[in-house]
């Protein structure tokens, strides 16, 4: 059975013992629990979050970065891969575990949920849970994590803490921006999934986005990255599911009666609470689905460059 704390860790490896040259710090703790910092007291760089990423998705996700253009303005794009997509993105991927250890707080995710089963229900509806005796997280945060809050991690992953791993950046800092564009095909697959599709059918995908530039506020931050995929991500899946047609008018983000401003805007409207916002928002600009049993495509959706650049602040 494919182990995505076992794939995510080779890639581990390589980021920790090549820190220096990938603009990283790496930290071993006295209890053993190792670290990489990726961009809380470092400047990160593409390579670094592409590894970001990598691990994020369990090691079953290729990740590239080049420079395309919206409108007029240059501006970097990720794209990623997967023939996993039910694993990769709601087994590792999705953002489903909140570290709150005394004061620390993080968003996280990565292949150590699967070991957790955070949320389990989650891991019941792909029906994939990991076995492995080391446990990688990625975690979204400001701060790194003291030994208290690895031990947590451990004992939720039922795991030694000298085998436990976790990669950290802000939100608003360069791997935080390319990691959370990087989510652009796990924000399709979990939409059909909220939406009670079988997300197992879908066999591959693969998806761009735009990666925001960086924010000095964290608030702002979190608005630009959402947007990077809300109104310029373009996903494709493949599957073998006909009934997927019951479910395509409600998969792109333009169909949430919250759509048509950046998330910063309407995020503060709602006086800064997500309970607020319809959470539909959270899917791709656009979608383009290969049903194989039927050999159908079907396109829903379209890129919005106008909110994207007004968002990224070049107009």
């Known amino acids: 059975m494919l182990s995505v704390n076992e794939l995510a860790l080779d890639i581990f490896e390589e980021l920790f013992e090549y820190a220096e040259e990938l603009h990283a710090v790496p930290h071993e ?4 629990a190792r670290i990489v910092d990726c961009g809380v007291s470092t400047s990160g760089g ?10 994020c998705m369990g090691g079953l996700g290729e990740v590239d970065i080049s420079m395309g253009k919206i409108r007029d303005f240059p501006i970097p794009f990720i794209e990623v891969s997967t023939d996993f997509p039910s694993i990769a993105c709601l087994g590792a991927q999705k953002a489903g575990w909140t570290v709150n250890v005394n004061k620390y707080f993080a968003m996280g995710s990565g292949p150590a949920r699967a070991l957790s089963l955070k949320p389990k229900h989650t891991y019941e509806v792909i029906e994939y849970e990991d076995e492995f005796d080391y446990a990688v997280i990625c975690l979204e945060s400001d701060h790194l994590p003291n030994a208290a809050v690895m031990e947590n991690i451990a004992e939720a992953c039922n795991v030694d803490v000298a085998n436990t791993c976790a990669v950290v950046a802000p939100t608003a800092s360069l791997v935080g921006s390319i990691q959370v564009a990087g989510r652009c095909v796990e924000t399709a697959v979990y939409k059909l999934n909220e939406l009670g599709f079988d997300t197992k059918k879908i066999t591959a995908g693969i998806g761009h986005a735009p990666i925001a530039p960086v924010k000095k506020d964290g608030t702002k931050a979190m608005g630009s990255t959402n947007d990077a995929t809300i109104y310029h ?9 006909p009934e997927i047609k019951d479910y395509l008018d409600k998969i792109p983000s333009n169909k949430s009666k ?4 950046p998330f910063y805007d ?3 409207e709602a006086n800064f609470d997500f309970y607020q916002i319809d959470t539909s928002l959270f899917s791709p600009a656009e979608v383009v689905i290969n049903e194989l049993s039927e050999g159908k495509v079907y396109h829903v959706g379209a890129v919005n460059p106008e909110v994207t650049l007004k968002s990224f602040g070049f107009i």
């Open 29 to 32: 703790l006295d209890n053993g």
């Open 46 to 55: 593409y390579l670094t979050g592409r590894r970001f990423t990598e691990i």
């Open 233 to 241: 991500g373009s996903i494709m899946l493949t599957m073998n599911a």
């Open 258 to 261: 919250g759509y048509g401003k």
């Open 266 to 268: 309407i995020f503060k």
